[in-house]
């Protein structure tokens, strides 16, 4: 029946064309097989009722035609379709791409728009559609990309998916935020979407580990611009499996990727595990074990000095309230003649030390926790704040050369203490486990002991000689500090340098023991290093002795009696007497200064667990 319709649809539209006038005059629409019955040799009648138009009037289009019979005299010039009078989204969209600056207009996509048909999100008709101009990114139907859509698999990233239908934009510059940002950007779009790449049997641990890397987290917190994104390594369109020797991450290829940013590196270099996971024992058992390490360095510490730190805080209290106690009734503790008399503890050189460790841990803090913590929204303000990820790196890169300007004026005050000084008796040996020596010995065994009978209320407590067990606690982490953190640090400012003698894979380990060893030292510092020098029920709110050097005669008795015993016996305590006690101004200084130091370690400390809280849930 369809066959006869169509054989006889020529004549029915030439007799129908000869009574159209008269309706179009009448404002009426000309009837589509009117118009059929000239432009049947160009517009296929079948494939056009089959269209997406196909229920359309020709002048819904050419709105232009008015009067029939003077469009047959070719009186009415034909007008360019406005296609924006029906598709007013995608004319939006469209309005605000790049293709309106390059004179790209709606029919030479749709060019087919009289037989045009519903694409039911057929990928492969946008990348035959995008291929006819861009012919020069045809390396897409070879890649993983390309053959998976080729072969129907829907899923599988077109060039609209990555670009958009309409919406396109201009890239830009190259270094321009926005384009350094679409590189990893749309890439995410489907590779972060667990449910989607499950169907498809594809991991999800690339972006897992990338966002865990230090480009990922560069882009996380907003500054795409400073690091490599997935397209850099991958390449835009020419995406291939690393064992295809064409693709980009091909380990024959990868010096070539690596050299794009890192123009010094080396097959070495290449090794680093581009997407290493340090929860996959099997694959990297390296990475596990070290994390494991890490980790239980981090626990245990953190168990022992907490638990520390409450059984002090709650004996404290209790010691306070019993002090309180007997003054109340009128009794003293005991009578120190001479008892606010100020002795010399620090010299000038420690007191400088001090203030330069304060300065650059502050510092390594504030610009070293945001990006440990980039999925936080406080630290991209803190980035923000900073000026970008650039600045933050320089101002933690200064921090870390005063770090090693002060341990390295302790390496030399420690060799002047061991060899040089005059005024301290014994040899080698004697002075490193003697009692001015923050060398643990075996007296320190006896000193944890009986504080913690002291806590336990099992026994009085103890009191110590120049240096107490958690004071060469701290002084050791310093050392053992600067290897970890210090030397990891190193290798990953100087990424290239170290790459020409060491396996990318020891990058991978330096960032694990670079964060987590900056964790343990943040965390060890804000919340029992603190409580230790100023918490304490003892001394809060703050011990001043760091700033002046100065303590009084009754505290040193109280909590340092044997070094006071020891200087009696030596005949030398007022060789440590204070001249005079520091000045207001200078006192006012220092208090501010260290205030401030602990107010924002504090702070600190407090975002630290809002996102170790908000990462558990």
Known sequence: ????????????????????????EQGMAIDPATCLGCHSDKISVKEFAASVH?????????????????????????????????????????????????????????????IVKPWKDNKRKVVATCLRCHDKEKVYQQSIHGKAVAAGNMD???????????????????????????????????HADEKLMAKNKVFTVAVKT????????????????RVAGCAD??????????SDPKSSVNPDNLVKTCSKCHSKATPLFTQFYA????????????????????????????????????????RGFVENREKAAILHSGEHLHVVPEAHKQYRRFTRRHIFLHILVITSF?????????????????????????????????????????TFVYFGSALAMTVHFLFIRKDIKGNFLQRLFGPDSLCPNLRDITDVVNMVKWFLFKGPKPTFERWTYWEKFDFIAVFWGMFAIGGSGLMLWFPELFGMFLPGWMFNVATIIHSDE?????????????????????????????????????EMIEERGDQWKRYEEQGITEKFAAKRTSGVVYDFILKGFGFTAVLIGIGLLVLMIIAFVGSSH
């Open 362 to 402: 502050l510092g390594l803090s504030l610009t070293g926790l945001p990006l440990k913590f980039s999925n936080q929204h406080w630290a991209v303000s803190l980035m923000n704040l900073y000026g970008g990820s650039a600045n933050a790196g320089l101002i933690h890169r200064i921090c870390a050369g005063i």
């Open 233 to 242: 390594c991958h390449t835009a369109h020419s995406v291939l499996p690393a």
């Open 156 to 190: 599988s990233a077109a060039c609209s998916d990555c670009h958009g239908l309409h919406a396109i934009k201009p890239l830009g510059d190259p270094k321009s935020h926005a384009n350094r940002e679409f590189h990893t950007k749309v890439c995410l779009k489907c």
């Open 275 to 314: 997407h290493g996971e340090h929860n996959d024992r099997e694959k990297y058992p390296i990475l596990f074990y070290t994390f494991i390490c890490m980790t239980g360095l981090l626990v245990s510490t953190f168990a022992v000095f907490w638990l520390h730190t409450l059984l002090w805080m709650f």
């Open 54 to 114: 196909g229920k359309n009037a020709c002048t819904s289009c050419h709105v232009d035609i008015t009067d029939l019979a003077k469009h047959m005299r070719k009186e009415i010039k034909v007008q360019k379709v406005q296609c924006e009078r029906c598709h007013e989204k995608e004319n939006a969209e469209y309005y605000t791409s790049v293709h309106v600056s390059k004179g790209v207009t709606c029919a030479n996509c749709h060019n087919d728009i009289h």
């Open 518 to 554: 900056a964790l343990l030292a943040t965390g060890f510092i804000f919340s029992v290093h603190f409580f230790n020098t100023h918490g304490r029920p003892e001394k809060f709110p703050m011990d001043f002795v760091i700033f002046n050097g100065q303590i009084s005669k009754e």
């Open 1 to 24: 029946m369809l066959s006869v319709v169509c054989r006889f649809l020529p004549l029915l539209m030439v007799l129908v064309a000869w009574t159209a006038p008269s309706f179009a």
């Open 210 to 225: 990338y966002m865990e890397s230090y480009h990922g987290k560069n882009y996380r917190l907003g500054f795409p611009e």
